[in-house]
């Protein structure tokens, strides 16, 4: 097979696979469980965003401010992102954020967020598997299993985030399939052009972090906040270390099975 054929299979593929396996995790647990297992969620995005994403984009720009300082503009950015939402569904209503009105609009903002920064974060997976396809093709079957294999618990979180914003599990899924879409992009666009996308990758990469710290700080940890007697919050920590975890057994999972 041609290098192109590789990397429009592996795009292709790779996010099908990682959004399905994640969906049969995420779809199998019961409705009662998706408000628990959120604080997992939480986890797994503040660890894909600090242990994966932030330290390959730090890697790739060489420049910590230049990066944090696009991170710092990406929060605020979902910020004004959230805030141009509510003003579409309540603007007819004149509704505020807390009254019986405000609880229609606040539904779905957090899925919203997180499908714009899981598409920015698949687009660079898409680059990632074209550059390494061009270099090698094992090295690019590698990579491809690794972003997949990094990729699984992240949409687990994803799925329950869209769950618990209001989606069914069908438009859930689709949505989530439309962004894996993405990841073909990126890859199509970088072995045309990768000199060019190339030096996109870190901005685009502290944006998909920005992000995930931004729905897991401002939109889903105060949620958490509301149960505070003492089991809840032990629960609710177990579960946020088990997302975090499960992040980092991957990627040193996916070390070795490279090295």
């Keep these: 097979m041609s290098v192109l054929t590789w990397i429009i299979l592996a795009a292709l593929l790779g996010g099908a696979l990682s959004v399905l396996a994640a969906a049969a995790f995420a779809f199998s647990a019961r409705r009662a469980w998706v408000p628990h297992l959120i604080s997992y969620a939480i986890g797994a995005l503040l660890g894909a965003a600090f242990l994966e994403v932030l330290p390959n984009a730090l890697e790739a720009h060489g420049d910590a401010g230049t990066v944090t300082a696009v991170v710092l503009a990406g929060i605020l950015g979902f910020f004004v992102l959230e805030k141009l939402v ?15 009105h405000g609880q229609a609009a606040d539904q779905g903002r957090s899925g919203l967020l997180i499908l714009v920064g899981d598409t920015f974060h698949n687009f660079v997976d898409g680059v990632l598997v074209a550059a390494a396809f061009m270099q090698d093709v094992r090295l ?3 990579t491809a299993l690794a972003i997949i294999a990094h990729e699984i618990p992240q949409e687990v979180g994803d799925f329950l985030i869209l769950l618990h914003s209001g989606y069914s599990r069908l438009r859930a899924l689709l949505f989530n399939l439309l962004s894996s879409l993405a990841t073909l992009a990126g890859g199509l666009l970088a072995y045309f052009a990768l000199s060019a996308v190339q030096g996109a990758v870190p901005v685009l990469l502290a944006l998909a972090a920005a992000s995930m710290i931004y729905v897991a700080v401002a939109d889903l940890i105060p949620g958490l906040h509301k149960r505070a007697e003492l089991r809840a919050t032990a629960q609710q920590v177990l579960l946020i270390v088990a997302g975090i975890a499960s992040i980092r ?11």
């Design 249 to 259: 057994l991957v990627h040193l999972a996916v070390d070795r099975f490279a090295g």
């Design 140 to 142: 690019g079957i590698v």
């Design 86 to 100: 509510l003003w579409r569904h309540c603007h007819d209503d004149h509704c505020e954020g807390h009254d019986p």
